[in-house]
Structures are given as C-alpha cells and as structure tokens.
C-alpha cells in the first residue's frame, strides 16, 4: 500500500468516543441498529464502553499470554439511561491507561502486533465502527476521517489472518496463489490479499500487478465495506476481475 501520514490512535479514540457519546446521550436507547442485527442502542453502547473497559484491564497489566478469563468490573449503570454517560466514563477511564502507557512495550495480542499499541489501535475501530452504527440507526450523518479509514482498512486486514477464534470462517480463504486488491479512488492507498493454499495475508502492493479481482472505492467506503456495513454491490464500489473469487472472500472475511 502507498504509505500515509501515522495516525494518533490515542486522540482519535478520544474523539470517536465523545462523538458516539454525542450520538446516543438523547436518543431513545431501545432505538434498533440494523447494521448489528437483533441489537438496540442500549446493545451497542454496552457492548463498545465493555470494550474499553476490557482492553484497559489488559493494558494496565501488560498481559503476557491470552487471559483465562474476561471478567471485568464493568461499573454498569442501574437504568438504561445512564448508558450514555457509562460510555463516556468508560472511554476517559482508557484515555487515562493509554495516557500512562508506552506504546511499544511488548505484550500478549491476538493480533499481528504484539504490543501494547496493538490493542490501542483495536479499540480505535471498535469505537468508530459502531459510532457509526449508532450514527445510522439515528439517521444521523456518518463520515469517517479519510485518514483513520486507511489506517482501518490496513488494520482490518493485518490482523485477518489471526481472526479464526472469533471469526472462524476465515479459514476457507483459501486459493492457489490468488490476489485480492483493495484500491482507494480518492487516493493513492492499495491494499493486496494473497490466497494460498496454507492461508493469506496482506502483501506489499508496489509491483503493480494485476490482481485476480479489484474492488476500488473511497477509504470510508472500503472500511465499512469491510466491515459488512456496506454490500459491494453498491454504487459506491468498482468491482473488477474474478466474480467468484470476490464472493469467496466476502463470504468468509466477516469479522
């Protein structure tokens, strides 16, 4: 991929967060999110304050092998209208490990990365992903910063290939030898997924080969995308190459 400016992971949780808190603090919490099927606001603001509050507890002891357990003391509001507020208490309660933190410190992840600014960087998307859904289901407008969709895009496909305790349909993508690219149109950003038969990965993507399927479309797009909140065949996608070959990867990536 071409390379961008890095990214504040840090600052843009903070950000995500009050925005998200900004989205929720008057809406109805029974209000339904269609992007998380069967969930309602009060679902979703749980689900992302836990987030913070879990990742927090593994940053502030730089675990070094995968937990045995995910209980946490989640200090959960008495009533459904003190969610908004739980969310923002739980967000500043993570800005304040992260501010204590040093980045490279080695520790356990499931990820790719195996420091502690893996899980910084995780927590940013799982804060903007569903601020977004939260957004939608209020009708409310949903734009991502160009800057944070390619540094999500490039997460979302670093850590894919390690994905297969939660997301166990990643071990079909499978092939031999088969490329996938992903080539942001308001941009210079390309991302290429090869297919093996023992796995894939994300590749360098400064040959300039042609791939076996293309799907081009702006960062925000291709994040959401990738994310499932959008289907590629909308209007905002230009799919090219293997028809088949775009299927497979879509049945199979969910996250």
Not at 3 to 31: I, K, L, M
Not at 79 to 87: A, E, F, K, N, S
């Amino acid at each position: 991929m071409t390379t961008t400016a890095p990214v504040d992971h840090a600052a843009a949780v903070a950000r995500e967060s009050a925005r998200f808190v900004d989205a929720v603090v008057d809406a109805d919490p029974s209000t339904p999110v269609p992007t998380c099927p069967d969930w309602t606001l009060t679902d979703l603001v749980r689900h992302a304050g836990s987030v913070h509050r879990w990742f927090s507890v593994l940053l502030s002891r730089l675990v070094q092998e995968p937990p045995r357990t995910r209980e946490v003391d989640l200090q959960l509001p008495d009533t459904v209208d003190g969610y908004p507020g739980w969310l923002a208490a739980s967000a500043e309660h993570a800005a304040g490990v992260i501010a204590g933190l040093d980045p490279d410190a080695p520790m356990w992840a499931w990820g790719a990365d195996q420091h502690a600014r893996f899980w910084v960087r995780r927590m940013l998307f799982e804060t903007l992903i569903h601020r977004v859904d939260a957004e939608l289901a209020l009708g409310r407008p949903a734009g991502i910063d160009r800057a944070l969709a390619v540094d999500g895009i490039d997460e979302f496909l670093v850590n894919l290939p390690y994905a297969a305790l939660f997301a166990p349909d990643t071990v079909n993508l499978r092939a031999e030898d088969r490329s996938v690219r992903f080539r942001c149109t308001d941009g210079e950003e390309s991302f290429l997924v090869r297919l093996r038969p023992d796995g894939f990965a994300l590749e360098s993507d400064s040959s300039g080969e042609e791939a076996d399927a293309e799907v081009g479309g702006a960062a925000a797009d291709l994040l959401l995308l990738l994310y499932g909140r959008l289907d590629r065949s909308a209007d905002a996608f230009r799919l090219a190459g293997d028809p088949e070959l775009l299927a497979t990867w879509f049945a199979h990536s969910a996250f």
